[in-house]
């Protein structure tokens, strides 16, 4: 048999494949080409109330402006009204109430843009409004939850307490987070004959809207085509939130028997998207004296916004983390996701984890402050070791967080960075340094089980070339790249030779939505199986040619691909083309195509008694940062950032190293720059960049080492790689931290300030002020 | 305005392309070029000018050779394209050889989505057509109008910088491998390009959002125009164009007409004189920026007015639309106030000159009478210290919570003048007088810092808002007397 598996792959570092066609804005979004003619515009009215009862809708004046050629309502539907998954509870667009401001109640298909824009100022919906639940504590008090609250459980929380040397309890707030692609949401619908329908949608689940677009029209899957080029941008606001976009204009395209083009201006999109979930958690802990955790009870929960979408699936990783890289005797996880009347908030990068974490990692904070510890000792004293426990009965195989925290703290310099910060803070009045440090260990896989499994379908054509299509969606984060490599490695060919074809349903059913950092991991290993199978059958061949050419006879036949070349070990100088091996394996009617599957083994997870194995392995790394805080204007710069991160065998390591520093500077805009801010009727006030900050490139930090640690682990995926998108994000609570860390030196870190998350300038001055004395007098 | 000027067409170069084609006045550069042109590199994401997905290089000739900003093209109503040359991604490579630009990014990963991509490229390539060796912060600078959010900017940070090593290097030459070779040619065809196509007709937009787009070039030709429409809500003017067009794009607010004083010679001079400086309310915030007279003169207008938007806004903006716009937070107006400006005011029956701290009346609402536009603005030339700051939740691009600008004058130990000016603090901008007195004739030290904070204070009810709360507003204005202050303190050591 072939060899294969633990070989270094061929080039671990090719440049993006679509790199050069974005470089020459070349590469093709949704509707940049082929566009199709007399493609119709579909507008949306949405809700100017976050909870009312739609009493009437009147759409005659909209529909008598020339040039509109459709206004639809829910009446229009002729399938299902229902876009949920698990459990179905949102409506495409809603019969007697809307829910959230920005809700879909009505749709314009019209023959420009600005046609449908001015017929949906002309459509009158008349509303009774309802109070709108819009907080937490308000939906707890009303128990408005989605589920029965969750428990994950082990050992005895109010023993361990007892039995603690101190005792600490707290509150912690998290905010939430536009998503912030580039590209906004857009669908393009195209008819078909005998009722099919083409959706070319900006989604990361080309199958659930698949499944959801049928629903709505009432017709089946077969009818439906998803088909995804590449998405400017997702982090999870595609995920569920693309669907509800896809079936309006399904929906608009199936009833016009025309094209439809539908695209959410920016501020349509920001005012009415869900967001990073909001979380509001309290907690007890008690610890020793050297720092060592006893016990920790946490309740976390959850603003889960109008309809469930996946808060669900949000609360469960976040209590999942609860416990971040430490070792926790005794606890007790509570979660709760709370219906409100805000967009329904939805997956984005970390998926509830970020919050969680953020939770514990305040309590480490706490418990170093009130013990006079270094936090990274405190960190230190509790992280895993191989072969603990977590809460939920899970082994961690291969704990490296210790290991890891301690290249960091070689990596910073640390007692000396620790030193030089003292210093400059004894002789600073006004502008403090800081320093924060956090660990992460972060669970991969779908914590559904059923997700985790993958397809491909290749096809080697008889030129040689490959054709690779995979459930994969490619939107930035590089799986076409990735998954390529693994095809490319595997039949020892060339990059080149392959075309990534885009994400479709026709090719690949069934497929899982790219999340969960597992894009790589399900996709890459199901075209590894693929192109497993062709190996095989390619090598047979190559065999018979060897012998029939060469008149090579060799008893257990080596058959390596390599460098577009095929040939025996036993005689390497003696080299069949691939493509020769390819016509001829065509010749002998050998198939050339093969779809590849797989799951990912040995899942399972109890979600009523908290306990299984819901992770394949996990991701390990840790993050220092040194900031720089004005505490008269708040502003912080960021100085320093170390991070250190364990990748496994890097598919390839430029692409991981991007991930981890762009998922960096995507945490620190959600710990200290954005925020999403909604007036007292659940508008969301900032719905463009004017008013939401995210980062710049002003907002680097002076220094930025990156230390990717390949380390070979048994708990990994393809080719022993392992997954990078999401765990890279919670390295950014380290700047939150260093910002509290800067303003306690206003008090020699004797007194704890209350530091608003996230730590905007107005956070930080709120902060300072109490114990900032202007007059240098009363300074120390 | 002469009646052979009438037409809707305009005509302008787009890459290695002639073109002429006919537009409507409510036609984004973007629109034109995205959706009519079909050129698809140049993205569309935010419409406010914010984002900088739709930057493209605009060139103009200046002494016979082509000068590229980089501009939001969601911004400029496409007219503006005339007579210009256009760059945009497209135009950058020439077949399949990579420009050097292009070609770092790729190398360094510095394109994840994509679909920020060719914004950052137009705008570094701007960059490169002026500075052969940037540094890191002319970089930072080119870039901070352009988000991207998936890279983390690290990588494009170091494509920018390997290609200024490369060029420093001469292992590349800026003129084969920054500027596309079709340059030099539409150099020469520009420079025998002037259809005097400047005006648009009233008439052919009836019924549409904007009825009339006017492009005077003499001040006369100005006043005439908006004599012809009388009332002025019949038409707004527009010079730099990045608030209005934001109106319209995002808010839809569309104008009846729009007059369009960008072109006109007599306001677009920056004036250097022994005790004041001038400038026209036709220059551009790039200019008054890169201008050596006030690089010597009034350095603190250059400082502010480099934290005022992005690159691409500053290449568009104007310091008189930010006056006229009588924002109650803009930077350059907290500035001006604080050197203690005055404004011309011109009409058809001449010119008066208005103090600016009288100019503004009410929340955006300014002196400005029926038949008046704001011609020029006067900053006297003085000693002392300044001082501006900005509390922003970031630190690009981002208009102000509070800013505030300080202008204090010592004589013999003792404060004999100063101004404090706030922004973010009332419905407009304005001196915060309560200060004068505490400080006028004393000595200023720590006691004295702390009793003008607590007085500014004490003058102030701001309001809460998306971009901070009351008390907030309240604490910064504390915090920016002692900012202000300290630092006269710490210079005069």
Redesign the interface.
Known sequence: MTPSGDKKLQDRAP??L????????????IG??NRPAELLFAKVVLSPYAHAQILNINTTPAAEIPGVVAVLTHLDIPGENQIGLVPQDEPLLPVDQVQYVGQPVAVVVATTP?IA?QAVSKIEVEYEELDPVLTISEALDKDQLYIPERRIKRGDVEQGLQNSEYCMEGKFATGAQE??????QCCIAVPGEDHQITLYSATQSISEVQIAAARILGIQCKDVTVDVP??????GGKERTATLWACLTALACHQTEKSVELRL???EDMLSTGKRHPFEAVYKVGFNQNGKIQAYSVELNSNGGAYTDLSIAILERAMLHAENSYYIPNISITGRACRTNLPPNTAMRGFGAPQSIFVIEQVIERIARKLNIDPLDVRLQNIYKTGELTPYGQPIEEASGGELLERLRQNSQYLELRKSTDEFNQCHQ?VKRGIGVVPVKFGISFTSAFLNQGSALIWIYEDGTISLSHGGIE????VNTKVAQVVSSELGVSLARIRQESANTKRVGNASPTAASSGSDINGNAARNAALQLKKRLAEIAQQMLAARYNLKVKEPRIIFAEDRIFDTAAPDRKLNFEEVVKQTYMERVPLGAHGFYKTPGLHFDREKGVGNPFHYFVFGCALTQVEVD?????SDLLKVYIVHETGRSLNP??D??QI??????GMGWVC?E?I?ADEKGRY??T????Y????????PTI?EIEMVEVDREGSSVFRSKAIGEPPFMYAEAVYFAIKDAIEALTEHEKEVELHMPA???AV??AA?NHIH????GTT | MKASNLTTSISFFLNAQHIKVAVSPETTALGLIRNELGKRGTKESCSEGDCGACTIAAGELSDGKLNYRAINSCLWPAIRLHGKHIITIEGLSQGEELNLIQEQMLEHHATQCGYCTPGIIMSLFCLFTRKQSPNKQDIVQALEGNLCRCTGYQPILSAAQSITELLIGKKHTNANHILPGYVSEIESKLVSHSEPIKVIETNAFQGRDIHGYYVPRTLEELHTCMDKFGDPERYRIVSGGTDLMVDININRNFPENIIDISEIDDLSAIRIKQDSISIGSGVTLTSIIEHPGIREKLPILRETLLLVGSEQIRNMATLAGNIANASPIADGVVALLGLDADVTLLSKNGRRNVKLSDFFIDYKQTDLQTGEILGEIHIPIQEGFFNFEKSSKRQAVDIATVNSFCYLKEDSGLISDCRFVFGGMDKTVRLAESCRPVVQGKKLDDRLILKCAEAAVKEFEPISDVRGSADYRRQLVENHIVKHLHKFLSINE
């Open positions: 440049y993006h679509s790199g050069g066609l974005h470089v020459t804005g070349r590469s093709r979004f940049e080409d600005r824009e998503h912030f692609y580039l590209e906004t590449r998405l400017g941008g997702a982090f201006t920016r501020t006004f939107m930035g984060q590089e505490l008269l204007t708040g502003q430029e692409i190293r991007g520093t762009g998922g960096f500077i995507q720059m925020e801010i006030l900032a463009g960049p004017s008013t900050k995210i980062p710049t490139i002003r907002d680097l930025f905007t300038p107005e001055v709120m002020k202007l007059d240098s007098t």
